[in-house]
């Protein structure tokens, strides 16, 4: 603690290890594995070593950056690109990865040239839009006649297998439907090209709900797991259902700020009210003179105020501009003083935003 410098987003190495090791367990029971996705921690490669020792057998990040790292830092299991990729980064792709995720035509086609110029061996997950319409084949026909050209045309290009992504725009649920619907594309692919898939992706962290309510089809063998395993609680990473097994998850991550101003001052703004720092009229209940606290970290690092959690009773966040946050201490007011530190529990996008600004220090407890 001596010369830790804040803010501080503050990783317990050991239940983040222990959370992916229970829905490792929990899965593999099904016969599926885990991919780990590293993304919402920023890629930050002591935890990507931790999600690993949990028992992940792939890791995955939507950034070619935080892959290399992995790469660098000596991470030996598959590297997986879930964005699709962009052409104009298939050079590093394949140079950095040994997986994507892939839906479009063209794009395998340039992966076929790079993967050659370099010499290697690529695989591709092919992506199957079940309705939640953000990537992948709308167009089933086309998405096996894909498959199959993958096979027979593209030498430098196998395909591992399909996946599907639910719940990112649309909102759609992991249903029994849905999941069996991408069993059966599986089973098509697979009768089409004569031989078994080495992997059929049955999407992210919501996707738990399949497994855990018994339903998730055979063909099934791997799922794409970050926000669940990194926050430990389904309500924090706005999933909709209640699963009682992720009660045994905990929380790896929390917040550290530094208390920069204690003052008694109005709750409500005093003068003529244009609009805040980010253009917003603001809504401001009059309750008085009150005990306020100031710490130094502001939207620009996590986002939005709903996603930071106090650990402690009695403190309630109230706004924030860019590099300010603005907490009501007045219940624990004989309690805070400037230098405090004070801890947050963080959801999933404050998480995300935490782990990537550069303005915050990362610690391993
Ligand atoms: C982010 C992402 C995941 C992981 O999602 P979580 O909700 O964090 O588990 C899986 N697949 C794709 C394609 C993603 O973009």
């Known amino acids: 603690m001596e010369n830790r410098k804040y803010p501080a ?27 780990g996705i590293i993304k919402g921690a920023g890629g930050w490669v002591e935890a990507t070593k931790a999600i690993v020792e949990g028992g992940a057998t792939i890791i995955g990040s ?13 991470i030996e299991v598959p590297l ?16 950095v990865a040994d997986i994507a995720l892939v839906s479009e035509r063209a794009t395998l086609d340039a992966i076929e040239r790079q993967a050659s110029l370099q010499d290697k061996e690529f695989k591709v997950i092919l992506m199957a839009d079940l309705g939640d319409l953000r990537e ?9 006649q894909t498959a199959l050209y993958v096979e027979e045309e593209l030498a430098h290009v196998t395909l591992a297998g399909i996946g599907t992504n639910l719940g990112c725009y649309g909102s759609v649920m992991p249903t029994e439907d849905k999941m069996q619907e991408l069993a059966d594309l599986a089973a098509k692919i697979e009768i089409n090209i004569g031989r078994e898939l080495e992997y059929v992706s049955g999407g992210a962290s919501s996707s738990l709900l399949a497994v855990y309510r018994g339903y998730m089809p055979e ?4 799922l794409r797991i970050g926000a669940v395993s990194l926050i430990g609680d389904l309500e924090d990473v706005r999933v ?12 790896p991550f ?9 003052k008694d001052k109005p709750t409500h703004p005093v003068g003529t009210l244009g609009v805040d720092a980010f253009g917003k009229k603001g809504v401001y209940e009059d309750r008085g003179i009150r005990r306020r606290a100031l710490i130094a970290i502001g939207r620009a690092d996590y986002g939005d105020i709903a996603d930071l959690v106090p650990t402690r009773k009695g403190i309630e966040i109230i706004g924030a501009s860019g590099d300010h946050t603005i907490l009501d201490v007045e219940a624990v007011k004989d309690h805070i003083e400037v230098g405090d530190i004070l801890t947050f529990n963080l959801r999933y996008s404050a998480l995300l935003y935490l782990s990537s600004s550069e303005n915050v220090k ?4």
């Open 9 to 35: 987003l503050v990783m317990d190495r050991d239940a983040l290890t222990e959370n992916v090791r229970i829905l490792t367990e929990d899965c593999g029971r099904q016969g599926i594995e885990i991919a």
């Open 62 to 74: 939507s950034r070619l950056e935080q892959l290399a790292r992995c790469r660098e830092a000596g």
């Open 80 to 95: 997986m690109m879930i964005r699709v990729p962009m052409l104009s980064e298939l050079p590093e792709l394949i140079r």
């Open 136 to 144: 992948g084949w709308w167009d089933k026909d086309e998405m096996l």
């Open 219 to 222: 063909k099934i063998n791997m």
């Open 240 to 251: 909709c259902y209640d699963l009682e097994e992720i009660d045994r998850l905990g929380r």
């Open 254 to 262: 929390t917040l550290q700020a530094q208390v920069v101003e204690v």
């Open 362 to 365: 990362k610690y391993v407890k």
